[in-house]
């Protein structure tokens, strides 16, 4: 990739992982055509679930370590206008794994009155089903937003969405969701621009929100721990922690698109560890801040290209499924 030559500061260093990353598998089923959320089970172990982008569904899969899917799963009272991203997390109460999915794409940043999440409890066995939802609707304090990731923080139970946009935000949810009237969204933090996917440590000590090009690993107070070189995907949608927090996972969309380990660097991890921090407060940090127009100044002209190609096929699409769904 060209860099473009200016006189601005240098981009945060890339931190580059200890151990090599690995392509763990590539995803079997021709079914999955889009994968564009991803989480890791948690209660099955080597178990992996993804989604389909818009336009599919309301479904998931569950797949194992070897690419192939041991189960299919349709979400009863749910639409999928836009699934973008997925999350799993624990009930405190049973221990059973919960999972969220997103309907939060929105390429026109206005085109839904409202976005939804889904709340599915984790199925008991893997085999193909129908599984009841909980919706939950949601509305940005600060106007409309596109996302593409949301994460769920397993110290505290919050859900966050973090934006897609050229200047990305993390939204934190209420910690109590209702759903006989519209969530607020309310902006705590700042991310890198455009960003795909987003997740939060097992441990809760950090989160990592993807890019295209890169993912930015972060304390939970919105402070940046390091950059952290990701494989080369055709079109990186997204990124999940693995069960023992010590690399992330990251995939790609497209037919039989692969799934890849990327080891964290020892020194992020005890970053990540030797201060905890609580929630992102109401007022985005600075260094946060620094680090997105950072990342903003380090993408290169055919990069910018890119993205606004993408965008205008993208927006084409919500407009004619945003039309006939009036």
């Keep these: 990739m060209t ?40 209660t099955h172990t080597g178990i992996y ?25 349709r979400v009863s009272g749910a639409q999928a206008r836009d699934w973008e991203a997925m999350a799993a997390s624990k009930d405190p109460a049973t221990g059973r794994g919960v999972l969220w999915f997103a309907d939060i794409g929105d390429n026109l940043d206005g085109a839904w009155p409202d ?9 008991a066995s893997l085999r193909d089903a129908t599984v009841p939802a909980v919706r939950y609707r949601f509305r940005y304090a600060d106007g409309a937003r596109n996302a593409e990731g949301i994460m769920v923080n397993p110290r505290t139970g919050r859900l966050s ?37 987003a997740a939060y440590a097992p ?13 930015t690993l972060f304390r939970p107070s919105g402070d940046i721990i ?24 990251t995939g790609s969309e497209g037919v039989r698109s692969p799934l890849y380990r990327v080891p964290l660097p020892e020194r992020a991890l005890a970053s990540a560890g030797s201060k905890p921090t609580p929630s992102p407060s109401a007022k985005p940090s600075v260094a ?23 965008a205008l096929g993208a927006t084409a699409v919500i407009a004619v499924i945003a039309r006939r769904s009036r």
């Design 3 to 42: 860099v473009l030559a200016c006189a601005l500061p240098a981009a945060p260093a890339m931190a580059l992982a200890d151990e090599a990353e690995e392509k763990l598998f590539t995803f079997r089923d021709a079914r999955i055509t889009e994968s564009s959320g991803l989480a890791v089970s948690p």
């Design 49 to 73: 679930y993804t989604h389909n982008d818009s336009s599919a569904a309301a479904e998931f899969f569950a797949v194992d370590g070897a690419g192939r899917t041991k189960a299919a799963f």
């Design 115 to 123: 976005i939804s999440i889904y709340k599915v409890m984790e199925p």
């Design 161 to 197: 969405v973090v934006s897609k946009e050229f200047s990305g935000a993390v939204y934190e949810a209420p910690l109590k969701l209702r759903t006989g009237r519209v969530n607020i969204l309310r902006k705590v933090a700042t991310a890198p621009m455009m960003a795909t996917d």
């Design 203 to 215: 441990d809760g000590s950090s989160y990592v929100v993807r890019t295209y090009f890169s993912a």
């Design 226 to 249: 390091t950059k952290i070189s990701m494989p080369p995907l055709d079109q990186a949608e997204s990124i999940a922690y693995t069960a023992d927090g010590k690399a992330v996972l």
């Design 288 to 310: 946060a801040a620094e680090t997105a127009a950072q990342d903003e100044r380090g993408l290169s002209g055919q990069d910018i290209l890119i993205w606004l190609a993408a």
